[in-house]
């Protein structure tokens, strides 16, 4: 095809704030996994789909399957829709200890 660009499973972003490599990031309505570290404005690879372990929210139990948000002021993710841009679902339950902040993914990728 004349008009085919790329696969789409990753994209160049402009960085919106300093990332490390596995983390968080919100352009717009496009969020994505750093693939690795960049500087606020730098260019980098952001994975859109896959399944990966991302920081969230201690003292928040999740269910498989229920709904993930990114929280772009507190760079982490949550079950709360107020104010957060949904992601994709989680598929493994997490406990709610304060110590639980980290949560597995699928990312949507549909937006």
């Known amino acids: 095809m ?11 972003l402009t960085a919106p704030y300093a990332v ?14 750093a693939a690795g570290a960049a500087a606020l404005g730098e260019p980098v690879e952001a994975a859109l789909v896959g399944v ?16 993930v ?7 982490r993710c949550t079950t709360v829709a107020t104010d957060n841009t949904l992601i994709g679902v989680a598929v493994e339950a997490v406990a709610s200890g304060a110590g639980d902040t980290i949560g597995r993914v699928r990312l949507n990728a549909a937006f």
């Open 2 to 12: 004349k008009t085919y660009v790329q696969p789409g499973n990753t994209i160049t």
């Open 20 to 33: 490390a490599s596995g983390d968080g990031l919100l352009v717009g309505s496009i969020f994505g996994i």
């Open 52 to 67: 990966f372990d991302i920081i969230k929210v201690g003292s928040q139990a999740w269910t498989v399957g229920a709904k």
């Open 69 to 75: 948000y990114w929280d772009d002021t507190n760079k």
